[in-house]
């Protein structure tokens, strides 16, 4: 962690570093229906550190997913800033991939041509995206499945796709926003594992975004708890549990696990309960 590496221009797949995520100040207003303002986040400041794994976790509405659609350039904060590598990002940043917890694969292309669209769409010959797809579609155990369209597939199985779809093009960013939701807690923890075996081998800068804290200590080095809405940083925690992790089921049980979690939860609790009785307000 802090070790800087050098900065290139990101891209084409193999030739590209890791980047620090520097999020200064960030606020994000809405305009709601009824022409109020709304602040979804506050003054929202962190700093993910190149090939750092970072979670954010907070109550439903706090503003996670606000938070991650400024870093990606998909939206545009209201003040604040938002730089990756040391530049500002403004509009989509190259070299950034996305997982959410839908699985966004193109349902008429098979699992082949899904998992082939990255590098095609950087310019890779049709031939070099195919050897590569098809590398990673064994990297992700899916070798056999290639023909297939996701209608096919499991759920894990779709979450395997959109992993070798966002890792392919060897992304020096990783933004994830709750990947694992929609999963079954067996499958969630299998997935949980392969990110990370696959993320030892790349180590892109990750911000993942959960609320889940469990899944947040066993994945990251470092969690950050965000306040119920409008959202902002409560508090960063560090998650100094070795490296590799190995299977994130296993590490659930250890002591030290168990006692991170305990003091993030201390955080977080507050917050939750906060932003239960809000939206109990609401329906009152
Ligand atoms: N485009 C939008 N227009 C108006 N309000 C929005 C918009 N996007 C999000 N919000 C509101 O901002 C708050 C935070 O949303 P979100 O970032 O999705 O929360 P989280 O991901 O933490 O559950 C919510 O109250 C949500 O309704
Ligand atoms: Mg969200």
Redesign the pocket.
Known sequence: MGEHRPQESAGSPGTVAPARIDIVGLT?R???PKGET?T??RDVSLTVEPGEFCAIV????????????QVSGL?HPSAGSVSVGGRLVDGVTNGVSYMFQSDSLFPWKTVLANVMMGPILLGTPKKEATELAMDWLRRVGLTGFEDRYPHQLSGGMRKRVSMAAALINNPRILLM??PFGALDVQTKAIMQTELLQLWEDLRPSVLF?T?DLDEAVALADKVVI?TS???TVKDVFDVDLPRPRGDVQQIRHEERFLEIQGRIWESLRDEVTRAYQQTAGAAA
């Open positions: 994000k809405f305009l709601t709304f979804a986040i907070g109550p439903t509405g706090c503003g996670k997913s606000t938070t991650l659609a939206e926003d709750e975004i609320h965000m809405s409008p959202g």
